[in-house]
Nanobody, 126 residues
Framework: QVQLVESGGGLVQAGGSLRLSCAASGSPLSNYAMGWFREAPGKEREFVAAISRNGGLTSHADSVKGRFAISRDNAKNTVYLQMNSLNPEDTAIYYC???????????????????WGQGTQVTVSK
């Protein structure tokens, strides 16, 4: 079983950047496909980005394509979400998630994931 802890959230002005980190413990990160999701006030949790176990495959939601990038460093047991050109619509709690998976799969559906972090708040001001 893997435990996940997100960090790197905060308050940023529109147009700014943040990098979120998700640190894994209890089990090697390399065993898991990883994803980032977000939940804005009054809205359902939605997919943001996903990455395969070896980092060779990624997927990003249309709303963040070209602005956000998911990556991973299995040696550091950490997954990242680089967020650029942030706008107020990106304000949400961001969660990372893990699923034991084959090497070359990405998962984009919330229900596919087995383990979740506690989330980190990202607030983008106008």
């Amino acid at each position: 079983q893997v435990q996940l802890v997100e960090s790197g959230g905060g308050l940023v002005q529109a147009g700014g950047s943040l990098r979120l980190s998700c640190a894994a413990s209890g089990s090697p990160l390399s065993n898991y496909a990883m994803g980032w999701f977000r939940e804005a006030p009054g809205k359902e949790r939605e997919f943001v980005a996903a990455i395969s176990r070896n980092g060779g495959l990624t997927s990003h939601a249309d709303s963040v394509k070209g602005r956000f990038a998911i990556s991973r460093d299995n040696a550091k047991n950490t997954v990242y979400l680089q967020m650029n050109s942030l706008n107020p619509e990106d304000t949400a709690i961001y969660y990372c998630a893990a699923k034991a998976e084959g090497l070359f799969r990405v998962r984009v559906f919330l229900g596919d994931y087995e383990y979740w972090g506690q989330g980190t708040q990202v607030t983008v001001s106008k």
